[in-house]
């Protein structure tokens, strides 16, 4: 489904793992319904037995798929910017947050890098220990959020009816419970599907670049710190028209056939091979552009989140030292990229992989 994989750089482990929690019926909430809209049953979806279902049958699990590296016949040198004064330097490097084991994407410029670097600074933080811990201080914001934006209607009836066992058999596949969802804002399945779906095809943020990177500072005791507030970006998510991403969502299950999450070999790692040679390119923003949910999320998601980015490197240069921001790739491609905006505020940000 579309613009799922732009939602990857969110701190998906915390949000899922306290959605259930959020999603409790509280007393200041309207009626809601009773039970979920979701059939009891799914309706039969005919797929074929390499998919992992029998004709017109019930569901069987399919087995997790081989989880091969994709074959590399390149050296990798994902793109790399340098922001640079007297006695600053920040290092900016694109990132991409899940990626399938065994891929290769760092090079001895990246290791000098990070050898060099006193601090990292990521997008968010998405820390285990936090998402298990159900009352630090950011649990509860983020609690709070979910109450704000709880749905007094489940998402499968505000999907078209079609779509509801579809949903099911999503929920089923991906390992998600329907108090995960159902109730939760609905912008919460879009994160649902986007991590179920690249585990599914093998990728895992446990080989993402974050946190790969995130374990060698925490090894050497250098200082890890986040750009920008995780909970205020997703409440300017949840701000979205919900009708716009309920008819995404449905468009989007109108063009699955219910099998699987993802094609047996269907995936050819295209955007993570053009993200691993620093091929730059404008696809994915044109992609997200395409219908109205895309143009609102690309503003929210990107344009909004790049010029405050470049705000805080633009103040950041003030102080002296010498820093990594590893931050998702996609905010560094596009008409609205970070490095633009960095260029358009008179700052000398050179690429330097």
């Not at 992992?52 to 989880?67: E, I, M, Q, S």
């Not at 159900?134 to 934006?149: D, I, N, S, V």
């Not at 200082?223 to 205020?232: G, K, L, R, Y």
């Not at 099998?259 to 050819?268: F, K, Q, R, S």
């Amino acid at each position: 489904m579309k613009h799922f994989r732009h939602s990857a750089g969110l701190p998906l482990a915390f949000v899922l793992a306290l959605a259930p929690l959020a999603a409790q019926e509280p007393s200041e909430v309207g009626e809601v319904a009773a039970e979920p809209a979701l059939p009891a049953e799914p309706v039969p979806l005919r797929c074929t037995g390499r998919h992992g279902f029998r004709h017109g049958g019930g569901p069987v699990l399919p087995a997790p798929p081989a989880r091969t590296a994709p074959r590399q016949d390149y050296e990798p040198a994902p793109a790399m910017w340098r922001l640079a004064d007297e006695d600053t330097t920040i290092t900016i490097f694109g990132t991409f947050h899940v990626l399938p084991e065994g891929f290769r994407w760092r090079t001895p410029l990246f290791d000098r890098v990070v050898g060099e670097a006193r601090e990292v600074v990521f997008e968010s933080r998405d820390d285990k220990d936090e998402a298990e811990a159900e009352l630090t201080p950011e649990a509860l914001r983020f609690m709070t959020l979910m109450m704000r934006y709880r749905p007094t209607e489940p998402l499968s009836a505000r999907l078209s009816e079609r779509n509801r066992p579809k949903l099911k058999r999503m929920l089923q596949l991906a390992g998600l419970s329907a108090d995960q969802i159902e109730y939760a804002p609905p912008m919460i399945a879009m994160f649902a599907i986007a991590e179920a779906t690249a585990t599914a095809e093998g990728s895992l943020r446990d080989f993402g670049v974050e946190t790969v990177i995130e374990a060698e500072f925490k090894a050497s005791g250098r200082p890890i710190s986040a750009i920008e507030d995780p909970i205020q970006v997703l409440e300017n998510l949840f701000g979205i028209d919900e009708a716009q991403l309920i008819a995404m969502i449905d468009e989007g299950f109108d063009g699955w056939d219910g099998c699987a999450l993802v094609e047996p070999g269907g995936n050819d790692w295209e955007s993570e091979h053009k993200w691993a040679q620093g091929k730059l390119g404008d696809e994915a923003v044109t992609e997200m552009l395409e219908d109205p949910f895309g143009r609102a999320f690309y503003e929210v998601l990107l344009v909004d989140r790049n010029r405050a980015w470049a705000d805080w490197l633009e103040n950041r240069m003030a102080q002296p030292g010498n820093l990594l921001l590893a931050v998702g790739a996609g905010h560094m491609e596009g008409p609205d990229s970070v490095i633009l905006m960095l260029r358009e505020k008179g700052l000398n940000v050179e690429r330097i992989q």
